[in-house]
C-alpha cells in the first residue's frame, strides 16, 4: 500500500510532464541524435527503468524460492530418516521434548508403573533445608 502512495504522484507527474511537452525537441546522446518530445523520453525511461527494477526483484524471489524448496527437501529428508519408534509413541505430558531411549524417560516411566502397582498412593519426599543460625563473631 505504501508503495502505492509513492508511486502514484511519480506516475501522475510524469503524465503532466509528457502532457506539457509536447512540441519536438531534437536530443542528442553522444553521437546519436533525434527528434522527440521530452514527455514521450521522459514516460519512456520511466518504463525502462520500472521493468529493470521488476526484473531485479523477480531475480531475487527466484532465489528465494529456490532456497525454500531446496530446505523443504532437506526437511522432508531429515524427517525420513527419524527411526519408526521415536514418531508415532504417546510420551508422558512434561517430557515431549526428550528422546524415547532416554534415561529420564525410562527412569519416569519406572516410577509410573511402581506408582501404578502399590495400592497406597505415596507423596513425594519434602526436604527441609537446615535451619540457618547467626553466629556470634569472635570477641564479640
Do not use: H
Request: glycine letters at 4%; hydrophobic letters at 50%.
Amino acid at each position: 500500500m505504501i508503495r502505492l502512495f509513492i508511486t502514484l504522484p511519480v506516475i501522475v507527474a510524469l503524465i503532466i510532464f509528457a502532457a506539457c511537452n509536447q512540441a519536438p525537441v531534437e536530443l542528442s546522446w553522444l553521437q546519436w541524435k533525434w527528434t522527440s518530445s521530452p514527455g514521450v523520453l521522459a514516460l519512456l525511461v520511466a518504463a525502462l527503468l520500472y521493468a529493470t527494477g521488476s526484473a531485479s526483484v523477480w531475480i531475487v524471489v527466484l532465489r528465494q524460492m529456490r532456497r525454500a524448496r531446496r530446505a523443504e527437501q532437506e526437511v522432508r529428508a531429515l524427517r525420513a530418516r527419524l527411526p519408526e519408534n521415536d514418531t508415532g509413541t504417546p510420551r508422558a505430558p512434561g517430557l515431549t521434548s526428550a528422546p524415547a531411549n532416554s534415561p529420564m524417560v525410562k527412569a519416569y516411566e519406572a516410577e509410573q508403573a511402581t506408582a501404578a502397582a502399590s495400592p497406597v498412593a505415596t507423596e513425594p519426599a519434602v526436604v527441609t533445608p537446615p535451619a540457618i543460625t547467626a553466629e556470634k563473631p569472635p570477641g564479640a
